[in-house]
């Protein structure tokens, strides 16, 4: 079957030499880039691969160019929301560039599963990588395990981790900071953060963007930290469960707009009104936060540009091009009516009805997934 192989790739090589009216070597330093070709015989074997639709064999010439053309992309096996994107976007960078991506997920433990997937990747002699790394301790992993190719993380974190590493993410602690001095502005004082995942960076700064803000103006003893994970279910849990009695928030930033959904269901079902009685705010932008009643106040993640972002540096890295350690992408607010302070505050209604039939299923579990950043 080599043999086979082998004889097939030559008869390729030869039949586009022939039509070209040129040498096999000539043919081959075509394909490689190499330098020594005229133009009229370059132009004559180019005509000749387009006619037979002729694919050069990847493993053959990265012989000979000591490059694979092929980018490896490591994805945390937690990520769920907005993933498919994301990687549309890192291979359409990366095949217009010339090269092919191949994808691994990895979980916990990180030491072994890098391992497992690094000695995978140098079987492919891949050219670069890619790392989403949302949750804490992965990108500490990469950084220890002494990765010699190119290196770029998708990271919320935004800290430099060791040199030749570059890591591209949004500022999501200056996003979250200015979503709560927005409720601030609105005259709320009583702010409380409903949290997603507490082992994802991507928590850890939207809550410390919040605690800044209460802090620079004197209200963190206002707030009130409600631990969740970052799924729906979780969140209208802890709206449910939540005893109001010492006085309920003015408002509540929710770590994800899928959380929001769920925690207004909830507070819908307790009979307490969005905005009047509690504002609420989200993060991400997710598709559907424009059509919810009322329309929610959110951070808009742009993932699609951090993946391009993060392939664009890993290419000028390839390409031994300088590059920045950090590359810091800003979120924007969009402030709709869900943190808009009504006119007048009004008593809430009944305080702990029953969910109605049309609220019990937000109560299904695995309907929402948090996106990566």
Same mark, same amino acid.
């Given at each position: 079957?080599?043999?086979?192989?082998?004889?097939?790739?030559?008869?390729?090589?030869?039949?586009?030499?022939?039509?070209?009216?040129?040498?096999?070597?000539?043919?081959?330093?075509? =394909?490689?880039?190499?330098?020594?070709?005229?133009?009229?015989?370059?132009?004559?074997?180019?005509?000749?691969?387009?006619?037979?639709?002729?694919?050069?064999?990847?493993?053959?010439?990265?012989?000979?160019?000591?490059?694979?053309?092929?980018?490896?992309?490591?994805?945390?096996?937690? =990520?769920?929301?907005?993933?498919?994107?994301?990687?549309?976007?890192?291979?359409?960078?990366? %095949?217009?560039? +010339?090269?092919?991506?191949?994808?691994?997920?990895?979980?916990?433990?990180?030491?072994?599963?890098?391992?497992?997937?690094?000695?995978?990747?140098?079987?492919?002699?891949?050219?670069?990588?890619?790392?989403?790394?949302?949750?804490?301790?992965?990108?500490?992993?990469?950084?220890?395990?002494?990765?010699? @190719?190119?290196?770029?993380?998708?990271?919320?974190?935004?800290?430099?981790?060791?040199?030749?590493?570059?890591?591209? +993410?949004?500022?999501?602690?200056?996003?979250?900071?200015?979503?709560?001095?927005?409720?601030?502005?609105?005259?709320?004082?009583? /702010?409380?953060?409903?949290? +997603?995942?507490?082992?994802?960076?991507?928590?850890?700064?939207?809550?410390?963007?919040?605690?800044?803000?209460?802090?620079?103006?004197?209200?963190?003893?206002?707030?009130?930290? /409600?631990?969740?994970? @970052?799924?729906?279910?979780?969140?209208?849990?802890?709206?449910?469960?939540?005893?109001?009695?010492?006085?309920?928030?003015?408002?509540? *930033?929710?770590?994800?707009?899928?959380?929001?959904?769920?925690?207004?269901?909830?507070?819908?079902?307790?009979?307490?009104?969005?905005?009047?009685?509690?504002?609420?705010? +989200?993060?991400?932008?997710?598709?559907?936060?424009?059509?919810?009643?009322?329309?929610?106040?959110?951070?808009?993640?742009?993932?699609?540009?951090?993946?391009?972002?993060?392939?664009?540096?890993?290419?000028?890295?390839?390409?031994?091009?300088?590059?920045?350690?950090?590359?810091?992408?800003?979120?924007?607010? =969009?402030?709709?009516?869900?943190?808009?302070?009504?006119?007048?505050?009004?008593?809430?209604?009944?305080?702990?009805?029953?969910?109605? %039939?049309?609220?019990?299923?937000?109560?299904?579990?695995?309907?929402?997934?948090?996106?990566? *950043?």
């Amino acid at each position: 079957m080599a043999r086979r192989a082998q004889q097939t790739t030559r008869t390729g090589i030869l039949a586009i030499a022939q039509e070209a009216g040129v040498s096999p070597s000539t043919v081959s330093r075509v =394909i490689n880039g190499t330098a020594g070709v005229t133009d009229e015989k370059r132009k004559a074997v180019e005509a000749a691969i387009a006619k037979h639709h002729y694919e050069p064999n990847r493993f053959a010439r990265s012989l000979v160019t000591h490059q694979s053309h092929i980018i490896g992309v490591l994805i945390d096996r937690s =990520i769920r929301y907005a993933t498919a994107n994301t990687l549309v976007q890192l291979e359409e960078v990366a %095949s217009n560039a +010339g090269y092919m991506s191949v994808t691994l997920t990895i979980d916990k433990p990180w030491k072994a599963s890098l391992q497992h997937a690094l000695a995978q990747l140098r079987s492919l002699s891949i050219d670069g990588l890619v790392v989403i790394a949302p949750r804490v301790g992965l990108a500490d992993a990469l950084a220890a395990s002494g990765v010699q @190719w190119p290196l770029v993380i998708i990271n919320s974190l935004l800290l430099p981790y060791a040199h030749g590493i570059s890591v591209v +993410g949004e500022q999501q602690l200056e996003a979250s900071k200015h979503l709560t001095e927005h409720l601030i502005a609105q005259g709320y004082t009583r /702010i409380w953060h409903m949290a +997603g995942s507490a082992d994802w960076h991507d928590e850890q700064q939207r809550a410390l963007g919040w605690k800044q803000a209460l802090q620079e103006h004197n209200l963190e003893r206002f707030g009130r930290f /409600i631990q969740c994970t @970052w799924s729906a279910q979780s969140a209208y849990q802890a709206i449910m469960a939540e005893d109001f009695s010492d006085g309920m928030p003015d408002a509540i *930033f929710v770590a994800s707009d899928h959380m929001a959904y769920a925690a207004i269901a909830a507070l819908r079902a307790r009979g307490i009104r969005v905005p009047e009685d509690i504002a609420i705010a +989200g993060y991400d932008d997710a598709e559907g936060s424009i059509f919810l009643d009322p329309p929610l106040t959110t951070i808009k993640q742009d993932l699609p540009a951090v993946a391009r972002t993060a392939m664009y540096t890993l290419l000028q890295k390839i390409e031994g091009k300088p590059t920045d350690d950090v590359v810091a992408m800003e979120a924007e607010l =969009i402030v709709r009516q869900s943190s808009i302070r009504a006119q007048e505050k009004c008593p809430p209604r009944d305080s702990n009805p029953e969910p109605t %039939s049309s609220q019990a299923w937000w109560l299904q579990p695995n309907l929402f997934y948090h996106p990566f *950043f």
